[in-house]
């Protein structure tokens, strides 16, 4: 456990340094699509301690100067297959992010889906020997979260205290300076498949970069996606990729929650694909231009060309009509939506006070989703695009660039880094998974 926290430590330490040169590269390690941005952080005070944390914070603080995106190779499933690949389209997407902002860049903050994450709400609790709360107070019940165990070749990604309690008042946010007795705290970890993590470093080291952050694009999609009020009453951000679809829940400002399903946009293309006898390429290019998942009256009359340049005439022109491609998209749409709500269900969203479910990511372009995701979902659904930052070319501001954008929020104002804290390595019982909820259902 402690060689997590010098691990994190020293990603911390490099952070600070890249940010006092003032550059550090963005890199969305995707399934379909490698995107790489650079910031500029300027002014002197560029490097603030996070004070206001909320998503707007630390908006002036930095700009995008260079950005690139390139084919995806290597990745599945949100996980690095074949290293090699992977290492050209990163290599590739980072050199053209630089050339366009005539800078060299040492430092990324990285981020990548898939890898089985999986949540677990801790508690602790500190008796105060002085009536105020101080650093080391916050230190030491943070301390005194019960780790669990969470299993062989796992590692913990993001952990990040979620509410603090002090004597009968819950629901603080920073309990520093405040008097009182006892002090008690929730924690939310998030634990991921170490072998991904190893992957994800590896291949970042390989092209001769040094990794200065990793997030879960589950969790900094949600930051860039859902508005203030969403992230403060309750609100699920769906970040549809095209190997995995990542889950996250916030409330009180807090991912308390996150997870990943194994599917995504690929596997719809790889439908069409099947379904139409196509090469994969083609598929997309007509998931693209013409897909659907609600079927109207229209749709039967509407001829798709298929088109194609196998050399025989026949299998070149053939049609196929909007009808047939929405039966072949639909019923994977429905797949992957079904399991979303099943995840939600077991992390026990419908007891949070607002229930807003927000689609976001490159594969919730698909026209229909959101009339579709209300039926399976829950009735408040909307398509999230990711805030606005300076300088992010427009060719970068659509949902697909949510986990990019949302990393550059990150690396301004890290909240799982606000409090640098040790862990003791004497205690590991299990805790149940609930606890994260369990909070919130008392307090709220």
């Known amino acids: 456990m402690t060689d997590l926290y010098q691990g994190q430590r020293m990603m911390r330490n490099m952070r600070k340094a890249a940010m006092q040169r003032g550059v550090i590269a963005i890199l969305d390690v995707g399934t379909s699509k490698i995107g790489c941005l650079i910031l500029r952080f300027d002014g002197p005070d560029h490097f603030r301690e996070a004070e206001g944390i909320g998503p707007m914070a630390g908006q002036s603080s930095f700009r995008v100067i260079g950005a690139a995106t390139t084919r995806s190779r290597g990745v599945r499933f949100g996980e690095i297959d074949a290293m090699q690949e992977t290492e050209r389209a990163i290599r590739t997407a980072v050199q053209a992010a630089q050339k366009m902002a005539n800078v060299r860049v ?33 230190a030491r019940v943070l301390a005194a979260c019960e780790v669990p165990d969470i299993g062989q070749g ?12 002090l004597d009968h008042r819950s629901g603080l946010g920073d309990p520093r300076g405040q008097v009182g007795n006892r002090l008690a705290c929730d924690m ?151 399991e979303v709500r099943a995840r939600l269900d077991a992390a026990g969203f419908e007891h949070l006070p607002s229930q807003q479910i927000v689609l976001t990511g490159g594969g919730s372009q698909i026209p229909g989703l959101d009339g579709l995701a209300s039926r399976i979902l829950g009735q408040r659904v909307r398509l999230g695009r990711p805030l606005r930052v300076q300088g992010l070319p427009q060719a970068a501001t659509g949902p697909a660039f949510s986990s990019a954008v949302g990393l550059c929020l990150f690396a301004a104002h890290p909240q799982d880094e606000w409090w640098d804290f040790e862990m003791p390595l004497d205690r590991y019982p299990a805790r149940s998974l609930k606890r994260a909820l369990k909070w919130f259902k008392d307090n709220w």
């Open 106 to 138: 040492d430092h990324v903050i990285a981020c990548f889906s898939g890898a089985r994450p999986r949540s677990y709400g801790l508690a602790g609790e500190w008796a105060l020997e002085e009536g105020a709360v101080s650093e080391q107070d916050v």
């Open 154 to 165: 796992r590692e913990v990604l993001h952990a990040q205290p979620v509410n603090f309690a």
């Open 188 to 338: 939310h970890l998030l634990s991921v498949d170490g072998a991904a993590i190893q992957n994800v470093l590896a291949a970042i080291k390989r092209c001769d970069l040094e990794v200065a952050g990793l997030a879960s694009s589950a969790y900094v999609s949600g930051i860039s996606s859902l508005v203030e009020d969403e992230q403060e009453l309750g609100a699920a951000c769906i970040d549809m990729g095209g190997g995995a679809t990542g889950i996250s829940v916030f409330i009180k400002k807090h991912m308390i929650y996150a997870d990943s399903v194994r599917l995504g946009g690929d596997h719809v293309t790889s439908d069409i694909s099947k379904g139409l006898q196509v090469p994969l390429a083609v598929a997309e290019r007509i998931k693209t231009r013409h897909g659907g998942v609600i079927a109207t009256g229209m749709d039967d009359r509407e001829m798709i060309e298929i088109g194609g340049d196998s050399g025989d005439w026949e299998k070149d022109r053939r049609t196929a009509s909007r009808a047939e491609l929405i039966g072949i998209m639909r019923p994977r749409v429905e797949e992957i939506l079904e």
